[in-house]
């Protein structure tokens, strides 16, 4: 065999390779509707546990996931294309998802959308704005990092999970509302600069493993709910000196502040 003959065999292969690893799920395994600007998945008609939503369906591009499009189908993962930027209520609950890669558009995730599922972990692009109520409850996440760009968090959006670490980076949220981390074993927390509105009770029962809160400035703290007693001793420790922002560390029922 000529070396060309081995290149061109070698391309084709590698060629093979990458289409394998690209390809989508049927066209007509979708129900869509169209919009404005391109097509929105309405229902999933296809068998398969693993779906991977093509970018273009009909020759438009998928920009939505409607409501209750993908719910409890048995799906273990799921692609969403870089076209999509909202993702309705009731999505993709009540499946067995372990994987969700969301495209780099997204920029709404409506209510329940994920709830219900068996997600250890989701990396949200920065596109992301709003996250609705109970989005992730009901999963297995180990940690969550929230951008910058979100300007609000749910009511009982990551409620139930196995949350040791969460990270909400600020600058931008709005509201981080009541129940949002409930019933978590939450050791590490950082919460970012300039939250307008954080709901006291966002983390009832999730702090009784804290060792750690990172806060930063101009941090707006409201209470209207009760909120979980360790919280409520950060609370006093973080008003006792004078709001500042810096590194609150837990050792022995004591909270220790440390400057920034």
Do not use: C
Request: charged letters at 15%; hydrophobic letters at 45%; proline letters at 3%.
């Amino acid at each position: 065999m000529s070396r060309k003959m081995v290149w061109v065999i070698a391309l084709m292969v590698v060629l093979a390779a990458y289409a394998h690893g690209h390809q989508f799920d049927r066209e007509q395994d979708f129900r869509v509707i169209e919009s404005s600007n391109g097509v929105v998945v309405v229902d999933y008609l296809g068998r398969n546990a693993d779906v991977r939503i093509p970018p273009r369906i009909r020759g438009l591009p998928v920009v939505g996931i409607g409501e209750g499009a993908f719910e409890g189908r048995g799906l273990s993962s799921v692609l969403i294309p870089n076209g999509v930027t909202f993702i309705e209520k009731w999505a993709f609950s009540g499946n067995q998802l372990v994987s969700v890669i969301m495209g780099y558009r997204v920029a709404y995730i409506g209510y329940a959308a994920f709830y219900n599922n068996r997600l250890t972990s989701i990396a949200f692009p920065n596109s992301i704005e709003t996250i609705g109520d109970h989005a992730f409850n009901s999963n297995r996440l180990g940690s969550v990092s929230i951008p910058g760009g979100v300007t609000y968090v749910g009511l009982g959006a990551f409620a139930n999970n196995l949350l040791t670490s969460v990270a909400v980076a600020g600058n931008m949220v709005i509201s981080i509302n009541g129940l949002a981390f409930h019933n978590n074993r939450i050791v590490y927390l950082t919460i970012g600069d300039g939250i307008g509105s954080l709901n006291e009770s966002a983390f009832s029962g999730a702090l009784r493993y804290v060792s750690l809160i990172s806060i930063g400035r101009n941090v707006n703290l409201h209470s209207s709910e009760p909120s979980d007693v360790v919280w409520t001793g950060f609370r006093n420790a973080y008003h006792a000196n004078g709001h500042r922002p810096g590194v609150y560390t837990l050792r022995d029922g004591n909270w220790y502040f440390q400057p920034r």
